[in-house]
Nanobody
Framework: QVQLVESGGGLVQPGGSLRLSCAAS????????MGWYRQAPGKQRELVARIRPSGSTNYADSVKGRFTISRDNTKNTVYLQMNNLKPEDTAVYYC???????WGQGTQVTISS
């Protein structure tokens, strides 16, 4: 059974930064393709960033150049560094394990002046 726990969300001003963490257990983490998704009120959940076991990454166009996904296999943790945050980044952010199709509970990110 795979369990994912997100942390690091909060309230920040536009232009600020946050670093989200997702701690995984119950999986072979180093072989897992991991992703960060987000869902804003009234909108469908969307892929923000993905990192494969090889370390290759991809990003939604809306966050390219601002967000960075990374992983630390020694800690079974995937991160999302978010810089230059904008109000439209406001959403609940979820961690996802592609193979296990497991989701975390989500962490709220709010960007407001």
């Amino acid at each position: 059974q795979v369990q994912l726990v997100e942390s690091g969300g909060g309230l920040v001003q536009p232009g600020g930064s946050l670093r989200l963490s997702c701690a995984a257990s119950g999986s072979i983490f180093s072989q897992a393709a991991m992703g960060w998704y987000r869902q804003a009120p009234g909108k469908q959940r969307e892929l923000v960033a993905r990192i494969r076991p090889s370390g290759s990454t991809n990003y939604a166009d809306s966050v390219k150049g601002r967000f960075t996904i990374s992983r630390d296999n020694t800690k079974n943790t995937v991160y999302l560094q978010m810089n230059n945050l904008k109000p439209e980044d406001t959403a609940v952010y979820y961690c996802h394990d592609l193979i296990a199709d497991a989701w975390g509970q989500g962490t709220q990110v709010t960007i407001s002046s």
